[in-house]
């Protein structure tokens, strides 16, 4: 089983007892866009594991289902997932860290430019 499994193995439950997202949503006061992500399987929209986890329990008492089972699948599905390798955290850390460098520098050459054009020094000056 994988979190899209899982998250339609809720939904089918959900549905089964004649409720909707909505309505879930407004019991257990999880934002509708965290109950999609969660029956849909999308982990990378979801906050970290000990949120998903309460979120699990909550959803599941809401539905009539028994939170202790429905945390320990979702448990299962979680420590099935492979972990990234520190190597690729790392590698996507510098990815991030480059690209934040590039935004600050073109922010900052921006600036620049239109700080030089105000004092009358640049190519496209304002007439004065």
Do not use: C
């Amino acid at each position: 089983m994988d979190y899209v499994e899982f998250g339609k193995y809720l939904s089918q439950q959900r549905e089964l007892r004649g409720l909707s997202r909505d309505e879930v949503s407004r019991v257990t006061k999880i934002s509708p866009s965290l109950i999609s992500a969660l029956e849909e399987g999308q982990v990378e929209r979801l906050p970290s594991r000990v949120f998903v986890v309460n979120y699990v329990r909550a959803y599941a008492q809401v539905i009539g289902l028994a939170p202790e089972e429905a945390v320990l699948r979702y448990e299962e599905v979680d420590k099935a997932t492979p972990e990234p390798s520190p190597v690729v955290l790392e590698r996507e850390r510098r990815r991030r860290a480059w690209w934040i460098l590039a935004g600050v520098l073109v922010v900052l050459g921006v600036g620049a430019y239109v700080a030089f054009v105000m004092t009358g020094k640049g190519p496209n000056a304002l007439p004065r």
